[in-house]
Antibody
C-alpha cells in the first residue's frame, strides 16, 4: 500500500524554525517528484514546495528564501525545513507524491501530473 | 503566477441532482487541469487529471471537460458521499496553483 506519513509539526514562535518529515512507503520513492501543500484553517490549498528526482527544488514567492525542501532517497524520506516562520504560515501541511501519465494528443506526447497520494497532514502553529 | 478562479464558492443541491462547477485560469493552461475532492478533516483526493481523464477508482458520475482557460467538473447524479469541497489545480507551470474551492452542501 502506498503511504505517506508526515511528522514534526507543532507550536513554534514567530521567527522560529521547524522541520517537517514525510516517510514514504509502498513505492520506489527515488523515482517520484514530491511536494508539500498547506491549508490554513477554513481556507484553500496552497502549494509550498516541490523537489524533483534530480534534486531540483521549486517554491512559490510566499516561502522562497525561508523554506527548503529536501529528500533522502535511501531513507524514503522527504523534508521541509521552515525558517523565519510567520503567523500566516500556520496551517496543516501535507506531503504528496507527484503522479504522472504520458498521453499522446494529436501526435504529440503530453505529460500530465497531479498530486496523489497525500499524507495525513500535520499541523504547524506559529504563535507567541 | 496563474490564477485559478472557481465558481460558485458554495452550492446547495440534493441527492440525485446534476451539478456543475467551473474553473477559469488566468491564462491558457491547455489541458493541465486537475480536480480534487476534500472531505472535512481529510486530505484531498484526485478525481480527474488532464482536464477530463477519470482517475482509476473514481465513479463514472464524475466528469471533467474544457481546455485553454475554461473548465468544468460535473457530477451527473449526486450521491450522499459527494458532499465535500472541490478544488481545481493547474499543473501547467510552477508555482502550481489551486482554485479557492467549491463547497457542495445538501
Amino acid at each position: 500500500e502506498v503511504q505517506l506519513v508526515a511528522s514534526g509539526g507543532g507550536l513554534v514562535q514567530p521567527g522560529g524554525s521547524l522541520r517537517l518529515s514525510c516517510a514514504a512507503s509502498g513505492f520506489t520513492f527515488s523515482t517520484y517528484d514530491m511536494h508539500w501543500v498547506r491549508q490554513a484553517a477554513g481556507k484553500g490549498l496552497e502549494w509550498v514546495s516541490g523537489i524533483g528526482t534530480d534534486g531540483d527544488t521549486y517554491y512559490p514567492d510566499s516561502v522562497k528564501g525561508r523554506f527548503a525542501v529536501s529528500r533522502e532517497n535511501d531513507k524514503n524520506s522527504l523534508y521541509l525545513q521552515m525558517n523565519s516562520l510567520r503567523a500566516e504560515d500556520t496551517a496543516v501541511y501535507y506531503c504528496a507524491r507527484q503522479s504522472e501519465r504520458i498521453i499522446m494528443v494529436r501526435g504529440a506526447y503530453n505529460s500530465y501530473t497531479w498530486f496523489d497520494p497525500w499524507g495525513q497532514g500535520i499541523l504547524v502553529t506559529v504563535s507567541s | 503566477d496563474i490564477q485559478m478562479t472557481q465558481s460558485p464558492s458554495s452550492l446547495s443541491a440534493s441527492v440525485g441532482h446534476r451539478v456543475t462547477i467551473t474553473c477559469r485560469a488566468s491564462q491558457s493552461i491547455s489541458s493541465y487541469l486537475n480536480w480534487y475532492q476534500q472531505k472535512s478533516g481529510k486530505a484531498p483526493k484526485v478525481l480527474i487529471f488532464g482536464a477530463s481523464i477519470l482517475q482509476s477508482g473514481v465513479p463514472s458520475r464524475f466528469s471533467g471537460s474544457g481546455s485553454g482557460t475554461d473548465f468544468t467538473l460535473t457530477i451527473s447524479s449526486l450521491q450522499p458521499e459527494d458532499f465535500a469541497t472541490y478544488y481545481c489545480q493547474q499543473s501547467y507551470s510552477t508555482p502550481y496553483t489551486f482554485g479557492q474551492g467549491t463547497k457542495l452542501e445538501i
